[in-house]
């Protein structure tokens, strides 16, 4: 059954890219040459779909600024570089913090720090986690990231496919004991929910609903509720939780003021 299943999904990206290229040959030409051969289970065309729903091969060259909490995030990709910032700024503190492949440095009042290889540590994780959730699907398609196909479930009359997400001790961060849930609407292949577990800071369970949906430059933004669950909750259970009205909101994910820097 996941053997057909999977058949058919690859298809479908077949079929969609040939309609896009005669439809539109230069959205095409940008959103057709997804990674195909990176594709081995039923969970990579499973995201491949949605990395193309969201913004295709427009992710590989994206230089794009957005607010979040007030910082303003800047992140620039190319095939084989990546260049990731965030300026904190008040009246009378400026700290700017860059990063890229290989090296970290922070700027505070145009003075550059020295920081010892924990802080690095933690304040790269810290921007890339803003980028991670700012981009999904996106990321989902990096070599530490392992894909599993759960099945489908319903949520609120749509039925969604549901992926489980893990990632390798090499290349998965600080934090790739995290296990995540992603929801992928079946239509229109977009990315709608998504839930995690984290061990840090004495653990949790968290899930988020997207709303506030936009395209900034042919690339998907979008904002997220986010829920608190309680620990210990199955992944797979916070569905029926969501549409009983059971979660608390904690907050609201909102990536603000998005530009193209092109």
């Known amino acids: 059954m996941k053997l057909i299943f999977a058949s058919f999904l690859l298809i479908s990206i077949t079929v969609s890219c040939s309609n896009e290229k005669a439809g539109n040959p230069e959205s095409a030409k940008q ?10 289970s039923t969970g990579d065309s499973i995201v491949a779909q949605s990395i193309l729903a969201h913004g295709g091969d427009l992710y590989a060259s994206a230089n794009y600024q957005f607010t979040f909490r ?3 995030y800047t992140f620039k ?3 084989n570089h990546f260049a990731y910032s965030r300026l904190d700024k008040t009246d009378s503190l400026k700290i700017f913090d860059k ?9 505070v009042n ?3 720090i020295d920081l010892s290889e924990e802080e690095q540590s933690k304040y790269r994780e810290s921007i890339n986690s803003v980028v991670y959730f700012a981009t999904l699907p996106y990321k989902l398609n990096d070599a530490a990231v392992f894909k599993k196909w759960i099945g489908t479930t319903t949520i609120k009359d749509t039925v969604y496919n549901v992926i ?4 390798s001790e090499e290349g998965g961060g600080e934090d790739h004991d995290d296990l995540f849930y992603y929801w992928f609407n079946v239509n229109t292949n977009t990315l709608d929910y998504l839930a995690y577990q984290y061990a840090t800071n004495g653990g949790g369970v968290r899930f988020r609903a997207a709303y506030n949906r936009s395209v900034v430059d042919g690339i ?3 904002d997220y509720i986010n829920y608190e669950v309680a620990v210990g909750t199955a992944l797979s259970e916070i569905p029926a939780l969501y549409m009983q009205d059971s979660l608390k909101e904690l907050s609201r994910i909102k990536t603000e003021a998005v530009k193209s820097l092109k």
């Open 31 to 40: 959103q057709s040459s997804i990674e195909i051969a990176k594709i081995k």
């Open 220 to 222: 998907v933004f979008q």
């Open 77 to 79: 990709n190319s095939p």
């Open 164 to 167: 489980e997400v893990s990632f």
């Open 99 to 107: 990063m890229d492949n290989d090296s970290f440095e922070r700027i």
């Open 70 to 72: 007030n910082k303003i």
């Open 110 to 112: 145009e003075t550059t």
